[in-house]
T-cell receptor, first 115, second 111 residues
Framework: DAGVIQSPRHEVTEMGQEVTLRCKPISGHDYLFWYRQTMMRGLELLIYFNNNVPIDDSGMPEDRFSAKMPNASFSTLKIQPSEPRDSAVYFCASSPHTGADDTIYFGEGSWLTVV | RKEVEQDPGPFNVPEGATVAFNCTYSNSASQSFFWYRQDCRKEPKLLMS???SGNEDGRFTAQLNRASQYISLLIRDSKLSDSATYLCVFTMKTSYDKVIFGPGTSLSVIP
């Protein structure tokens, strides 16, 4: 079975450039999460969607970050303009979040380096 | 008080040892609890859920103490392959569920 699919897996970009990270959740999962992980701050929830609707974006660092989920099978996280402090691993995750299964399934992550 | 706290470690233990981690949470409205495992440079993966009555999966035992607001993970007969970071996770029952990850505890099992 296909898991959560993220792209790109690795990206190196220059400060000021736009970065777009993509995610395809597991089919049938109603919840989609974007996390960022760094050594200093650990795993941080940026935003999550339920049935394509953004529910909580309080973790989004600032206006440079935006996320969309135009349909049930696709989401993007965009950083514009990017800064060196945005360097991190960005995980997309999905969950059916039913009473029977609350597991969060993570993608392999997008490793972002902003120079 | 932080929403969730874990001893970051690292815990360095010899093969065959028993090791235990605790994770405390501050919000009594927390609904469901889990332990996730994250290997170096990999994504977190579910290790086991934590049930009120406690549960066991092979060498792993998880317990929940709602009164004191903590969960624990016990690993018996540690293997080299157990070396990883262990994250406690809980969900909040609000209008929609929100998932909170702890900062993780690093475990190194030494030959």
């Amino acid at each position: 079975d296909a898991g959560v699919i993220q792209s790109p897996r690795h990206e190196v970009t220059e400060m000021g450039q736009e970065v777009t990270l993509r995610c395809k959740p597991i089919s049938g999962h109603d919840y989609l999460f974007w996390y960022r992980q760094t050594m200093m701050r650990g795993l941080e929830l940026l935003i999550y969607f339920n049935n394509n609707v953004p529910i909580d974006d309080s973790g989004m660092p600032e206006d440079r970050f935006s996320a969309k989920m135009p349909n049930a099978s696709f989401s993007t996280l965009k950083i514009q303009p990017s800064e060196p402090r945005d360097s991190a691993v960005y995980f997309c995750a999905s969950s059916p979040h039913t009473g029977a299964d609350d597991t969060i399934y993570f993608g392999e992550g997008s490793w972002l380096t902003v120079v | 008080r932080k929403e969730v706290e874990q001893d970051p470690g690292p815990f360095n233990v010899p093969e065959g040892a028993t090791v235990a981690f605790n994770c405390t949470y501050s919000n009594s409205a927390s609904q469901s609890f889990f332990w996730y495992r994250q290997d170096c440079r990999k994504e977190p993966k579910l290790l086991m859920s934590v049930y009120s009555s406690g549960n066991e999966d092979g060498r792993f035992t998880a317990q929940l103490n709602r009164a004191s607001q903590y969960i624990s993970l016990l690993i018996r007969d540690s293997k080299l392959s157990d070396s990883a970071t262990y994250l406690c996770v809980f969900t909040m029952k609000t209008s929609y569920d929100k998932v909170i990850f702890g900062p993780g505890t690093s475990l190194s099992v030494i030959p």
